[in-house]
């Protein structure tokens, strides 16, 4: 029977701690030259310190982009590597693993954004269907999502981007790859039928296992997003989603992490990502759970990829479908923005931190930093990380936060 503290090996040979895994988070402090500074060093040697047995680096785009976060990572020269390769070689220090998350953001761009802007460089996509919504906090005056979107003409072009970008990855020393396709971005605009119109070959995955081989290579999907003018009807998800989970399984993947955002799963940790009510013509089946349809794909005898979850899973609700033989690995996100013991907490049984900032918690140097709630006291900025004591009295006696430090 599998448990989330045992360890395991994804792919060929990452040999993982315990099962668990912290997902990507974009936190916009790559503040210089949006290479990643101390702060992303520390944010992500903090967790692998305290055990975590897999870190998937925030989303880093692979090219100039216009996307609404101006301090997050890119990965396309040397000096970018190098700067990776600082995160990487602590996270090792301390026993981690770190994936590298290449990232497109597609049509979720704005071309007035200060990279596209002084560039020139354009807004591609794979059909010139602009998205609907989106607000960037830089750009007050304007609406969200650009119209303006140059259709991919060839695109070798971009193919060749993240080859590039992956192998720089590589030299940055990071242990695979989790390919970002979900969200609304460049790789989920050729997912549904509503942002991409053509129907030529792309073969970004492909050019990713070239350059690292299938089994260090992995992939991140949503298939009931309601993220940036994802959402599809059921038909089309089930159909779309069957069809794309086969054709990754032939590719020999080390793993597949499933979303299930877009999902009611009863409970919501903040309003960050909350999910609204899906409109007619697209709502799931009530209590709609991606697994139902897409994890015996995945997870059955014999198969050498492994299935991660992801999206407001609870401890127990982890243990439990490990134990059951559904999954083979559970992702936490936010919960280790506010827990970066996460994994103390659960070897002594400590209840998990809540968040006591709500949706406010946007992480970046941005003029709604939140005033943060610790244990009745309201602080303004920097507060240390005090370590997990026990016996707990509750689970936010102790902790945490602060912009840099959580
Ligand atoms: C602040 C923040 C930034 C995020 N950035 C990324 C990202 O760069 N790439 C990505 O694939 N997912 C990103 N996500 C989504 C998380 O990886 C995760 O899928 C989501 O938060 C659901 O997991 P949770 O309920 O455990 O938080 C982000 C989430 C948060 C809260």
């Known amino acids: 029977m599998a448990e989330l503290l045992e360890s395991v090996i994804l792919g060929d040979g990452i040999q993982l701690r315990n099962r668990i895994c912290m997902g990507s988070m974009m936190r916009n402090r790559c503040t210089d030259g949006n290479k990643p500074t101390h702060a992303n060093i520390k944010h992500h040697t903090d967790r692998a310190r305290d055990g975590a047995g897999l870190i998937v680096a925030e989303g880093t785009f692979i090219s100039l982009n216009g996307a609404e976060w101006p301090h997050a990572p890119v990965m396309y020269n040397q000096d ?84 590039h970008s992956v192998s720089l990855a590589k030299s940055a020393r990071f242990d695979g790859i989790e390919l970002l396709a979900h969200g609304g971005y460049l790789i989920h605009n050729f997912l549904c039928s509503h942002s991409n119109t053509r129907s030529d070959q792309y073969g970004v995955l492909d050019a990713i296992i070239e350059v690292w081989g299938s089994r260090a290579v992995g992939i991140k999907i949503c298939p009931t997003d309601d993220y940036n003018d994802t959402m599809i009807s059921y038909e089309e998800m089930k159909e779309t989603y069957t069809y794309f989970i086969k054709e990754l399984m032939c590719r020999d993947l080390a793993f597949i992490n499933l979303s299930r955002r877009g999902c009611d799963v009863g409970r919501e940790t903040d309003d960050y990502f909350r999910s609204r009510p899906r409109p007619q013509g697209k709502e799931l089946p009530p209590k709609y759970e991606p697994l139902t349809d897409f994890g015996t794909l995945i997870k059955y005898p014999k198969s050498r990829a492994m299935l991660m979850v992801n999206r407001e899973y609870t401890v127990e609700e982890a243990r439990d479908l490990l134990q059951r033989g559904k999954i083979n690995l559970v992702t936490f996100a936010r919960p280790f923005i506010y827990n970066p013991d996460l994994i103390s907490r659960i070897k002594k049984g400590v209840p998990l931190a809540s968040n006591t900032r709500g949706g406010k918690v946007k992480y970046g140097p941005f003029e709604d930093r939140t005033r943060i709630t610790i244990i009745g006291r309201h602080l303004e900025g920097r507060v240390r990380l005090s370590p997990v004591r026990q016996p707990a009295p509750s689970s936010r006696s102790y902790l945490i936060s602060s912009d840099n430090n959580i």
């Open 80 to 163: 970018h590597s190098d700067a990776w390769a600082e995160v990487t070689s602590e996270v090792h220090k301390v026993g981690g693993k770190i994936l590298f998350q290449p990232w497109h953001p597609g049509r979720i761009q704005n071309d007035n954004m200060p990279m596209l802007k002084e560039s020139g460089y354009s807004v591609y996509a794979p059909s010139k269907v602009p998205a609907k919504g989106g607000k960037y906090r830089t750009l007050e005056e304007l609406p969200g999502h650009t119209d303006n979107i140059t259709e991919i003409d060839d695109p070798r072009v971009i193919v060749g981007q993240y080859r």
